[in-house]
Nanobody
Framework: QLQASGGGVAQADGSLRLSCTTS????????MAWYRQVPGNPRELVAA???????RYADFVEGRFTVSKDNVVNTLYLQMNNLKPEDTAVYYC?????????WGQGTLVTVSS
């Protein structure tokens, strides 16, 4: 249901934009979010956007990332600027629609120093 893309290798202080496309009409989705996970660590919330457009960010984002969505093309984005090596992780998109919880397959982001 969710297809994430846009990961890759970036230099420190560089940028990447992640995309998450879905076959679900996202204007009806209550919660869409990006999480990330490093092997051996639990998955953690990076950024979320709720139905009315309000956003929420993890403290470690520190104003570097922007989450957005395009209801016309049913796509969730995460613009990541000023990347740090500690941002290296697999990034997952997530959507909550009623009682259904959807996850994308993950896209790897590697930030080199």
């Amino acid at each position: 249901q969710l297809q994430a893309s846009g990961g890759g290798v970036a230099q420190a202080d560089g940028s990447l934009r992640l995309s998450c496309t879905t076959s679900i009409a996202i204007d009806g989705i209550n919660w869409m979010a990006w999480y990330r996970q490093v092997p051996g660590n639990p998955r953690e919330l990076v950024a979320a956007i709720i139905k009315n457009g309000r956003t929420r960010y993890a403290d470690f984002v520190e104003g570097r990332f922007t989450v957005s969505k395009d209801n016309v093309v049913n796509t969730l984005y995460l613009q990541m600027n000023n990347l740090k090596p500690e941002d290296t992780a697999v990034y997952y998109c997530n959507a909550l629609l009623g009682a259904d919880n959807y996850w994308g397959q993950g896209t790897l982001v590697t930030v080199s120093s």
